[in-house]
Each structure stands twice: as structure tokens, then as C-alpha cells.
């Protein structure tokens, strides 16, 4: 049973710092989403990564992939108070169509 | 402008009342789901479905129904066995067989009076 585990859970950091969430997953895949969510929002799409190595970057997010490691990340730079949200990894069941989502990162930036 | 809908934004339900919650997709796509979140709480998946006049149990399918006649509405039923409903639910839809990402609707809260 593939297993998605996020963190940290809840990361606050001040406006200008970097961080990274980390993404580990049991089994192997080589597709991996990443999402934001609002408080009281649906999810919005912010990365598709679907190889070893994969790389994207949007702004100050940057999302990568190691399938080798069972591992993504989500890098912060230079924070800002607009990135506040919950981001969500998910990882793609294989065959099944499904989803895993990890419980979720509670991001706060402050000023 | 394509996307996924979902009504109501709010619904109450009472003690013993079935209710139905609506997504409409026009998006094209064969896959649709079914998510219930808790405050604060990752997503968990309640039913999907690869095509139309089929469908899986997700991980917390009890005390929910579903139906797929269609291609572009997959409308969740909360029946009377589900004793705790409150909750925010999900809707979301994707191109099956390929490697897109999920595209959520905006949700339903539903509260129990």
C-alpha cells in the first residue's frame, strides 16, 4: 500500500528565509503532483513532475523529483507573506488512477 | 471556460436526511473523484470513477453512494448511515491513462443542524 508522508506538518518562517518541505513515499512511482490550498479553498495545481530528476520552478517554488529516493521536495526562496497556504504532495497509485496525498504542509510567513 | 462546478457551496443536512451534493465537469476527462477533508486535515478519497457506469470504493466509502451515467456529472450522495458528514467535500476530475494532475472543483461544505 503506497504511503505519503509530508514535512514538516506546520512550518512557520519569516519573509525573506528559504525552506524546504520534504515528500517521501513507500512505493515506487515516477509521477508526483504538488498542490496549494487557501484556507476555506479548493486545491490548485502547482506541479506535475512525472521523471527521475524532473525539475520545476514557478516564481520562488521550486519542485524536484528523485524517484530513486522516493523523494520530492519543495523549496522556498526568499519567502514572502503570499506564499501562507497548505501544500499538498500527491502521489500517483499506478494502474489504479488514484491519488495518495500526503497529510499536507501548514505554511506561515510572517512578516 | 472549461472546469469543475459544485453545488451547493453550503448544504445542511438533518438527522436521518439523505442529501446529494452535484459536480459537473466540462473538461472532457474520464476519471472523476470524490474527497472528504476534515479541519485541518489532509484529503481522503470516498469513491472515483475511471468511466462512465463505473466506479471504485475509495478508502472511506461507507455511508456514501455515487453514480456515473454520465461523462460529465459524478453527484455524491451522503445517505443517513454516515454519522458524522460535516465536513468539506472535493470533487475533482482528470485525463485518464495519462499523466495529468487533478483538477479540483471549489467544494461543498456541508454542516449538520
Known amino acids: 500500500e503506497l504511503k505519503v508522508e509530508q514535512n514538516p506538518l506546520f512550518l512557520s518562517m519569516q519573509e525573506g528565509k528559504n525552506y524546504t518541505i520534504y515528500c517521501n513515499y513507500s512505493?515506487?512511482?515516477?509521477?508526483l503532483y504538488w498542490y496549494r490550498q487557501d484556507p476555506g479553498k479548493s486545491l490548485e495545481s502547482l506541479f506535475v513532475?512525472?521523471?527521475?530528476?524532473a525539475v520545476k520552478q514557478e516564481g520562488r517554488l521550486m519542485a524536484s523529483l528523485d524517484t530513486k529516493a522516493r523523494l520530492s521536495t519543495l523549496h522556498i526562496t526568499a519567502a514572502v507573506h503570499d506564499l501562507s497556504a497548505t501544500y499538498f504532495c500527491?502521489?500517483?497509485?499506478?494502474?489504479?488512477?488514484?491519488?495518495?496525498f500526503g497529510k499536507g504542509t501548514k505554511l506561515t510567513v510572517n512578516p | 471556460d472549461g472546469g469543475i462546478t459544485q453545488s451547493p457551496k453550503y448544504l445542511f443536512r438533518k438527522e436521518g436526511q439523505n442529501v446529494t451534493l452535484s459536480c459537473e465537469q466540462n473538461?472532457?476527462?474520464?476519471?472523476m473523484y470524490w474527497y472528504r477533508q476534515d479541519p485541518g486535515q489532509g484529503l481522503r478519497l470516498i469513491y472515483y470513477?475511471?468511466?462512465?457506469?463505473?466506479?471504485q470504493k475509495g478508502d472511506i466509502a461507507e455511508g456514501y453512494s455515487v453514480s456515473r451515467e454520465k461523462k460529465e456529472s459524478f453527484p455524491l450522495t451522503v445517505t443517513s448511515a454516515q454519522k458524522n458528514p460535516t465536513a468539506f467535500y472535493l470533487c475533482?476530475?482528470?485525463?485518464?491513462?495519462?499523466?495529468?494532475?487533478?483538477?479540483f472543483g471549489p467544494g461543498t461544505r456541508l454542516l449538520v443542524l
Open positions: 475533482a476530475s482528470r485525463e485518464r491513462g495519462g499523466k495529468e494532475t487533478q483538477y
Open positions: 512505493t515506487t512511482s515516477d509521477r
Open positions: 513532475l512525472l521523471s527521475n530528476g
Open positions: 500527491a502521489v500517483d497509485q499506478g494502474g489504479s488512477e488514484k491519488l495518495v
Open positions: 473538461l472532457n476527462h474520464d476519471a
Open positions: 470513477s475511471q468511466i462512465v457506469n463505473d466506479f
